[in-house]
Each structure stands twice: as structure tokens, then as C-alpha cells.
């Protein structure tokens, strides 16, 4: 049985259609990419799924419950992590706070909440920086630390909105490799990516969006080759890198 | 000023403790116990806004609806005032659930308007309600002798003194062990992006109901104590608009979000507010509040983190 | 009760509700451009009321051929605020916000106290009294006026926004201040004219109000309350649509008093913007 799925998903904002009719599952296991130009909506597919918006049609299956209109904590609890395309961070608390507040789902003891966010700090070489304030984190450990505080709620499924965007060239191999730790130990990963290179490196399967609809499923080097996503996205974006 | 060693807290309650017994004059007293119950009011104003970050601007509903509970319950069933307390108390934090239910789903200004909308209407209607004495207000039936279970003393202010600290320990003591749990760790996230705390499995609702219902209840102790200190309640004494802003300007003078903030916001605002008022009061001229209204611009521009932030600065070179 | 009497008060709440209206697009001009919500917004109007009756007073000025001089002295108030505390104030935290505007509600209340105590003063015998006499229903002249006046001043304010060069950098600060500044408008200067310009808006309503309602202290609070509801009504920041909001104030303020009670007229305006907001809570018209 398929972890996730989502049924003819359709969201409008006033005239706009962010997402039209949306279809797709997730296997357990899997590490499925989503890519497509700004404004294919994305980030309002992974706000569908996680409860932070409402579909005006379709619906979110987790093991094949529906789950469509349940609150974002709701969700959260039910074994889905996100992170945000805009990071989120808690900005007056430290590093090491902003995970407990994740870790905190599975324990209500500090200590023992204090325990799991520094694994999760340590996993996502954060560990040095515990005692930082997240305000004065640079991008690229805002967008750890926000990944860290994911994981420490110990999802089944984790949505990550954007791994390397607004991140410096150097640190882009340690955030790819990282997500490839995460899936190598089991857990099931939907990535939003706009590096083409790294996502279709990183993706077993590539799901691509454009003007709010899906074009394309399927294997990286069959997205590759489908004229649709090249004539939307790839063409222009292949080109630029 | 955060980590307060042990050894000076012990001190500083020793001395609070001793107090009474050097000091027998009625003023001292008397400022003293203004000094706890507003650093109280402000701790539980604290627990909701500076931790949870929902800022009420309607908290002086919690404080009538204690003193008028437990007042109204001495008057008609004759009932002692402290489990009057204990009702105004439940009650409270009833009322902030049927309040913050819906209110909670407005943000930042919006919210601070709605509890001001909610603490007007509430004013009104108790100018308005002839059961519990409307404009004319309520007073409390004089109980002899002088006891604890009477909750009146009119040979000395001492036992109020000792109750009011009494309250005060237990605001800080609730709002130290919240600070130190789990759903102090959620409030705090509320604060600061409740919608990344949702996404983290955080019930943001159901957290800021737990800290109005606690900040209402605490609130609400601290009205029946005004009720039985003063023995005269009215609308327009706990249930104004002014009342609810002046509980938050001594959290924000000391500091929201600490424990330590509300106590010295509450030592610095009550002398001086008394003091002014002693110095210019009295003549109907309100200069006191001229220099009060000076006094919390200055603060607001110079130093938003409130006093002990302004120690902590200073602490660190 | 009578259709007749429902009737004068339905009129009787559209003139009072213009009034508001221009109170609180001062209010919502400042929030649109800063987020900032001005608590002082009410004693502005309070010192706009005492110039009006001391122009009256000293000078034998009307409050009529005060009202420029009135909304020159609260233009220069309102810049002298932003200068003078929200400046400094700007990217604090909220609380920081509430409490600088609060203090200088406090500040001048108890200072137009401590100067001229807590007397209700009236002009007396003002160029516009007396009342009209239309279709049966008696409407007060200087009410009706202030309504004129008030909807006259609202209009010049609309124009100015949405014609003037000045008016339209007004708007694109308030929209997007870095991408006003990029486009080389001073976002400071423009920060200062809003407040001027919101503290101007109550400078002309008081010099109206003056024509026939008391000025004490603490006559800033009850319109101030009523503002804000009618800020809230039309969406925070949205300029024109507090014209809406202020009727809708002012005719419920009256028919709750008469349908409800009097006492209990306060309690129908604020259950309305409770209702308001929970249904939609960005406002009637508000922009997300």
C-alpha cells in the first residue's frame, strides 16, 4: 500500500488554480522529487498534503486513510515532517530549543527531548552550534537546523521544501548527501528541488508540475526525455545550467 | 538576573518574609502588598503573553470575575471567600475557553483589539447587571473577628501581606515550573511562528487555551484578594480598560517573558506610582500621570526588552 | 417604537458614523503605512477639541474658522510623534509598539488635566446651531454640518491618495517600503506625512465635533474605542473602506441604544466587531 496519495488535489486562490486535479502515490521507501518553474505550485502541493491548506477538491490519503482535512499538527503527529520553502526558524530561541519543540512529540521529558535534539543536531552537523540563537544562524545552518527539527519528530515521511535553495555552493554536497543518509536508513522522502543536477541525481522518481498541473511522472531519465517538462521547464532551466 | 543564584532568592524571601515584622507602619505595608499583587497579576499576564506571545489587553475580566465571585458568593450563601476564590478561579479560566476559542483564531492586532472588544463589553454589562449591584458596585459584608477563614483583618495588614505573597510565590512558582516543561517549550514556539509549531505537532489552539486558562485562574485570585483587602468592589475598580493596561505595562516595564520581569516591573511602577501620587497626587491634577505616561514611552523607545533586560545588558560588558 | 423615531436615529447614526469615519481613516492611513496602531489616536482628537475651544475661548474664534488652524496644530502634532517616539520604535517587537502609543495617550491625557482640570467646556452660542426641519425629522445643524464636513474631508483625503504624486508614494511605502525606497521615495519623510496627515484627519474632526460636543479629558477614549472599531470593520489599512466602517458604527451604535438600551449601546458595537472579525478576520474589505 502506497504511504501517501493524493487524489485529484485542486486548489484556487480567488481565480488563480494553484494546483489542478492532482494525482500521485508514494511507496514506502521511496525518494520522489517534485520540480517546476516558480509558481507551477509546489509549495501550495506540499500545504494540501500537510493541512496547512485546504483542497477545494481531492483528497490526502496516508496508509490509505484520508487525512484531507485534518490540522497541520494533526498530520504532523500522524508521522508527516515538512519544512518551509521560507525558513521558519524559532528566532529567539537557540538552536537546541528549536529541536525539542519537534522532539517533543515523542517525549514530554525535557531531558529526554534535550537527548534526541542533540542527535538530531549532531546528524545534521549542527552539533556545534546548539547554543546559538537560530536568529544569528547563516542560511545555509537556518535551512540544517529546520531539517534537524523535522527529523526530530522521527517522520515516516518528510517533505522538504527547496534542500539547497538560497544555499552557498560549498554546502550544497553535504545537504544532498545528508538526504541521502536519511534515505538509505529507511525513511521516505518528497523533495521540491529547483538544481536540476541535484534532483535528478537524488530522485528515484521526478514528478513535475506546471501552472498548477501535473505533466509528468516517472523515472529521472524518462522526465528527461518527455517533451512536455522539456518544453515547460527543462529546455529553459537545462539551458541556463 | 536569569539565573538568580539560589542563595540570593532565599535571601530576597527571607527579607520579604521579615518585613512585616520591623516594619509595622500601615503605608509600607500597604505598598508592599500593592507590590505583590500587581507583580502576580503580572506574572499570570506574562504566562499568555510574554511566553505564548497572545497579548491581552482584556485581563482585568479574569480579575472582576474573581473579586465578584467570591464577593457575590460571601454575600448571598455566606460562603467563606476562600472557596469563593477557588470558584472565581475555575470560573476564570472557564470563561477565558469560551473567550479564547474564538478569539484565538485572530492574530497580532487584531487580537489585542478583540480582547480589548470582549474586557468593554464585559464592563458594560457589569455596569448594567443589578444582581451584582451594577454601577453602584458591591460591598463586602464585614466578617468579625478578624480570621484566616474570614479572610478579613482589620486589626493589622499583616496576613494580608502574607497572603499577597503567598499569591505571589505561587505565580512564580507555576510559571517556573510551566518554564520548565513541555508546554513552556510549545508556548514559547506559539510565540515566536505558531504555524512552524503546528508543522511540528504542536496543537497551537489547544496550548493557548492551557495558557489563558492559567493566567485567567491566577488573575482571578488576585481579584477576590483585592475584593477582601479593599471590602468595597465596582466596575469601574476591576474591570477597566486601564486596569488590564496597567497589568501589562508592569510586564513590559520588567520584562515579558522572564520570571524574574513582572516582579521588578511591579517593584519599580507601584512606588513610584505611589509616590508620584503622594508628590502631586491629591490635587486633582494627575501630574503623577503625566510622569507615568513620560515614564512608558521612555521605556517602550529605550529599552523594549524591559528592566531586566536592561540589567542583563549591563551584566554582560 | 416608531418608524418616525427609527428613522431620526437611522439619521442621526449616518451623521455621527461620517464623523467617525474620518476619525478612524487617520487610525487606519497610519496602521496601512507602518502597522502600527496608534492608541493616542483618541487624546489626538482630544487636543484637536481643546485647540478648537480655546481658539473659541481666548481668541472668540468659531470653531468653523479654527478648523484650519486646528488641523495645522495636529498635522505638526502627528509629525512631532513620529519624530519624536515611533521612529525609534519602528523595529521593535509589537508590545514595544502598543506601549510607546499607549504612554503618549497617558501623557496627554493627564497633561490636558493637569492644565486645565476635568471640566465638560463647551463653545457656546457657535456661528452653526439650531436644528432643521426635513420630512419630519429634525436633524441638528452643527451635526450636519460635521457630517458635510467630515465626508468633504474624507473625499480630499481619497483624492489626495489616489491622485497626487505625494499621495501614490504614500501607497507604495505602505505597500512594499524597500521597493518604495529602491524607487528613491524617502520612506521616512513619507512615514512622517502619514502621521501628519492621520493626526490632521482628527485635527478636523475635532474642530467639527467642538461645534457642539463637550471637551474634557477623557473625551478622546469613547471615539477612540469606536475608531478602532470601525478600522477593524474595514480592514486595517484600507483607507476608504473605513468610510463604510464608520457608518456602520454609528448606525449601530444608535439603533442598539434605541432597539437594545441605551446603556448597553458600547456592548452592541464591540459584539458586532467580535462577530465581524471572527467571520472574516481580516475585515470586511481587508487586503490578505
Redo the contacts between chains.
Sequence with gaps: MSLLEARGLTKRFGGVVANRDISFTVAPGELVGIIGPNGAGKSTLFDLITGFARPDAGEVLLDGRPVTHRRPDEISRLGVARTFQKLRPFAEMTALENVMIGAFQRTRDVDEARRAACEALEAVGLGDRAHAHARGLSTGQRKRLELARALATRPRLLLLDEVTGGVDQATIPGLVRLVRDLHARGLTLVVIEHNMRVIMDLAQRILALQLGELIADGPPAEIMRDHRVIDAYLGEAWRRA | MARLPGLAAAALLAALLAFPLVVTLPFPRHVMIMIFLYATLAQAWNLL?GYCGQ?S?GHAVFFGTGAYTSSMLVKTLDLTPWAGMLAGAVLAAALSQVIGY??F??????F???T???G??VY??A??WDLIGAARGLYVPIKRPDSLSNFQFHESKQAYYYIALALLLLAVAVTRRVE???TG??F??IR??A??????????TRYKLRAMALSAALTALCGTFYAQYVLFIDPESVFPLSLS?LI??VA?LGG?GTVWGPLVGAAVLVPLGEGTRILFGGT???????V??????????LQ?AGLVGLARRLGRP | MTAEVLLQGLVGGLLMGLVYALIAAGLSLIFGLMEIVNFAHGEFLMVAMFSTFWAWAVVGLDPLAALPLTAAILFLLGIATYHGLIRWILGGPMLAQIFATFGLAVFLRSGAQALWGVDFRLVKDPLVQGRLELAGLFVGLPQLVASAGALAAFAALYWFITRTETGLALQATAQDRQAAALMGIDTQRMFALGWGIGAACVGVAGALLGMFFYVFPDVGSTFALLAYVAVALGGFGNVPATLLGGVVVGVVEVMGGLLISPTLKAVVVFAMYLAVVLWRPQGLFGRF
Design positions: 503573553a497579548i489587553l474564538p478569539v483564531r485572530l492574530q497580532g492586532h487584531y489585542a483589539i478583540a480589548i472588544a470582549v468593554e463589553i458594560t454589562l455596569l448594567n520548565r516543561s513541555r517549550f510549545y514559547r514556539a515566536e511562528d504555524l512552524a509549531a503546528a508543522s511540528l505537532g504542536v496543537a497551537v493596561i501589562c505595562l513590559v515579558v486633582g491634577k494627575a501630574l503623577d500621570l503625566v507615568y505616561g513620560a515614564l512608558i514611552m521612555l521605556v517602550s523607545v523594549p
